[in-house]
């Protein structure tokens, strides 16, 4: 024992961690706060063992007469005149001799389809004094009276309504429509100490009253939508005005099991009574399982087609098959798409709405319906602590393939014992916590002796993870003799390139696009940079700063900074095909690349720090990213980069003093191998160098012809044009005999 506590003392910060995880799992339990991604990964692991579970096959008790496609072809669009409907319900029931008939539609508007109105409308008008016309609208009253002809329809038949409450509207918007059927409970049916969470209804629409007063029923045909926007449960009773309203299913299957009355049960639970949630609603001999909500999981037989589908047309035109509807328990409802009905549940994503009634009733009638009661919550609580103490424990004592068995066996344990009670008892346990709250105890004792014991490698991978390409961080990690933190000279090649035009960019995006465009673009810059050995310094909007040499020393940092400034050009044509799809306009980048002396290493302020590159020749890198707009190139190196990769071929763009620095530079435009440029190319390079030595000699007459020929040669390059207008320039002002060829940038 003592050993024991011992081992636990040297894991105690461990220990005390996923005790804090244990914590955090039991408030969610607790509902002290909620999880999201808890609560969709537990729809997600109850979808699953309904679809492992689902009975499949077609019940035959149940039967649809689907308005489909069909039906609005043949008959005509939705919604028909009452007339039809009045049809459909005379055919079903005097023909193929149906049980019973639901409606999981309303019918809330006068029918003013045949045209009465207008015809009394003349009665009383223009055509008041003629007998005849009054006589022949008084004869036709009852045949054009289409809701007369269905209410007639309705009379001693067992028919069952569908009406639906606003759940989710606000009391502002709530409206009433229609007459409701008579409640089936009120306020005072149910025990003072018990808590009733019905959901409340502001408003609703419901079926005219003189179809309602003649039918034998009505119900609420409101499903009830997840988060995630699925279909799992019903609620079976609403409240509205402290009275309480049966669903569809449940008028029906009151009708079906012969039953007048539902009565609620509250069940004893750990010895006390007046259990404060109900569990239960009686009918008869039938209990169905109700949450919190008085809702009921839809125990769905399987994908849509579980019950026959007859279409309303074929029982219009009298050619449905008749051994199918007759002593059948119908609903009327709709799979076309254009009436909107199709619902997201556990086994569809497009799911007819009607056949989720049919579901649910026939649960109801069988007793299928699983339970998941409010007593469930306690359990989870009780697991919970259970699993979260013994893991704490005794997971930091494990080896870790002890621990990992151990932990996965625990899930296969839970996992295997919430199935049990799914199948057998038909108990719905939560499993999403449980087993997410084991696997993270899981990870955080596997990482945190890995971390622990590999301290000096995690403090590098921290440093650079963020800068370098991970296999350069793993050759770090294996030697860290070889990476310094300290600022120190060396030799490097930086790195800047930047969006052309990039507030005009901006300007004609949206936020969210500009966003994820500029995400790509910088993702792709930043792999390229990567698979080069580079080291990223910063973002700084849409420009990129990026060095080689540091922290692993690199003999080839000019050339892999070359061989990147080159792809970067590349790929950023690749890209394009991608922006222009989406609609995003195109983008250029300027790339400077500059070798020289830099101070690198991790510097800052005592609030934040950076692994960095200061210098003379940073600044001038930076320059000449911004020279390469006004010489309209891609890409301009220094020439300590040049001196660098001799097996390059360059342009020579200029000899230059930038913003900042007297010494003057030379600038050149880095084109390929020497061996890749095509002799065309060459050829045109040694006209240009000539040309160079004519303009620096201020042989303005020569040098001007020789650039008219170069652009010439090549018309859209800027280079030609630019040295054009300074000979022109010059001649006006000429620079002097001193002048040693330098031109001066004013700007950045």
């Given amino acids: 024992m003592e050993n024991f506590l011992n081992r636990i003392k040297r894991q105690l910060p461990l220990v005390v961690l996923t005790l804090f995880i244990t914590l955090a799992f039991l408030l969610h339990t607790s509902e002290v706060f909620q999880w999201r991604f808890v609560e969709q990964l537990e729809n997600l692991f109850y979808d699953t063992r309904v679809r492992l579970t689902m009975p499949g096959g077609v019940d035959k008790r149940i039967v649809i007469i689907d308005i489909d496609e069909k039906s609005l072809s043949e008959i005509g669009r939705w919604p028909w005149g009452r007339d039809r ?33 207008v015809l009394e409308k003349l009665g009383r008008d223009e055509l008041a004094n003629l007998y005849e016309f009054q006589q022949r609208i008084d004869e036709l009253r009852e045949q054009l009276d289409y809701d007369l002809v269905f209410k007639n329809s309705l009379v001693n038949r067992q028919v069952v309504l569908g009406y639906y409450f606003q759940l989710r509207a606000s009391e502002d918007l709530a409206s009433e429509k229609g007459l409701l059927p008579p409640p089936v409970l009120k306020k005072g049916d149910f025990s003072a100490k018990s808590k009733i969470f019905a959901h409340q209804a502001p408003g609703f629409s419901a079926n005219l009253p003189m179809l309602q007063a003649v039918a034998l029923g009505g119900g609420h045909f409101n499903p009830w939508i997840d988060i995630d926007g699925v279909v799992r449960r ?74 026959h589908y007859v279409s309303a047309a074929d029982v219009l035109n009298g050619q449905a098959d008749k051994a199918i509807l007759k002593d059948a328990i119908v609903l009327v409802g709709t799979t076309a798409p254009g009436l909107f009905d199709l619902r997201a549940v556990p086994v569809e994503n497009q799911y007819a709405g009607v056949e989720i009634h049919a579901n649910l009733l026939a649960g109801i009638i069988d007793g299928t319906i699983k339970k998941k009661p409010a007593y469930t919550q306690g359990a989870e609580f009780i697991l919970l602590l259970l699993i979260g103490l013994c893991l704490s424990l005794f997971l930091p004592l494990l080896s870790p393939i002890w621990a990992t068995l151990s932990s996965f066996g625990l899930i296969l344990l839970v996992t295997l014992l919430n199935y049990s009670l799914w199948q057998y008892v038909d108990l719905v346990m939560p499993l999403a916590s449980s087993v997410l709250m084991i696997l993270i105890i899981f990870l955080i004792n596997m990482s945190y002796g890995f971390f622990v014991e590999r301290r000096g490698k995690r403090q590098i991978a921290n440093m650079f993870g963020q800068y370098v390409p991970p296999e350069l961080v793993d050759e770090m990690s294996d030697n860290p003799d070889m990476v310094s933190f300290e600022a120190e000279n060396r030799e490097l090649t930086v790195l800047f390139s930047d969006v052309r035009g990039f507030t005009t960019l901006s300007e004609s995006l949206s936020p969210g696009d500009l966003s994820l465009l500029m995400n790509e673009y910088l993702t792709a810059m930043t792999k390229l940079i990567h698979e080069n050995r580079g080291t990223i310094d910063k973002y700084m909007g849409d420009a990129v700063m990026a060095f080689w040499g540091a922290p692993v020393h690199d003999e080839q940092h000019a050339r892999h900074a070359m061989e990147t400034g080159l792809a970067m050009q590349e790929r950023l044509k690749a890209v394009q095909d991608d922006f222009t799809a989406r609609g995003w306009p195109e983008i250029r980048i300027g790339v400077g690349l500059n070798s020289g002396m830099m101070s690198v290493g991790d510097m800052g302020s005592e609030f934040r720090r950076a692994y960095t590159v200061l210098g003379d020749a940073v600044n001038l890198g930076s320059r000449l990213e911004g020279l390469t707009k006004n010489y309209g190139v891609e890409m301009i190196v220094g020439e300590a980069t040049r001196a660098l990769v001799k097996d390059y071929t360059y342009r020579e763009l200029d000899v230059v003093r930038v913003k900042g620095k007297d010494e003057p530079v030379a600038i050149f435009e880095p084109l390929a191998p020497t061996e890749e440029v095509s002799r065309e190319e060459l050829k045109e390079l040694s006209l240009h160098r000539e040309t160079m030595k004519l303009y620096r000699a201020q042989e303005w007459d020569r040098a001007e012809l020789q650039f008219l020929n170069l652009q010439k040669l090549s018309p859209d390059r800027l280079l030609y044009k630019i040295y054009i207008e300074r000979i022109g320039q010059y001649r006006q002002s000429p620079p002097g005999d001193h002048w040693d060829g330098v031109f001066t940038h004013t700007s950045k």
């Fill in 234 to 307: 019903v609620p079976l009773l609403v409240e509205y005005k402290e009275q309480y309203y049966e669903s569809l299913t449940m008028a029906m299957a009151r009708q079906v099991l012969d039953v007048d009355t539902i009565v609620p049960v509250f069940e004893d639970a750990l010895g006390e009574s007046d259990y404060p949630s109900l569990e239960w609603l009686q009918l008869g001999k039938n209990k169905i399982p109700v949450d919190r909500y008085i809702q009921a999981l839809v125990p769905f037989r399987g994908r849509q087609g579980s019950f």
């Fill in 85 to 117: 409907v009045a049809k459909l319900v005379n055919e079903l029931f005097d023909y193929y001799q149906i049980q019973l008939l639901g409606f999981d539609i309303v019918f809330s508007e006068p029918d003013d389809s045949s045209g009465l109105n």
